[in-house]
């Protein structure tokens, strides 16, 4: 999706934003707090995901599994 001519800036943009709030070390709720400090996180991607969903394609879903399977091997 990110690399898809087709997606538009500001979806690429809200992608790589939650990805970066995701790894970034200052949050909301510190992840140090057990369960709770992940929420935010998950609830960015959530957020970011129900936003930009229309704009991902089978093929980008196709990819990511493929990803998914050679990464979890």
Do not use: N
Request: charged share 20%; net charge negative; glycine share 6%.
């Amino acid at each position: 999706c990110l690399q898809d001519a087709d997606t538009p800036a500001w979806a690429r943009t809200i992608i790589i934003g939650a990805l970066g709030y995701l790894i970034l070390p200052a949050d909301l709720l510190p992840d140090i707090l057990p369960v709770v400090g992940l929420t935010d996180d998950w609830g960015a991607l959530a957020a970011a995901l129900g936003t930009v969903t229309m704009y991902i394609k089978d093929p980008h879903k196709q990819k990511a599994r493929e990803q998914a399977d050679r990464f979890f091997r």
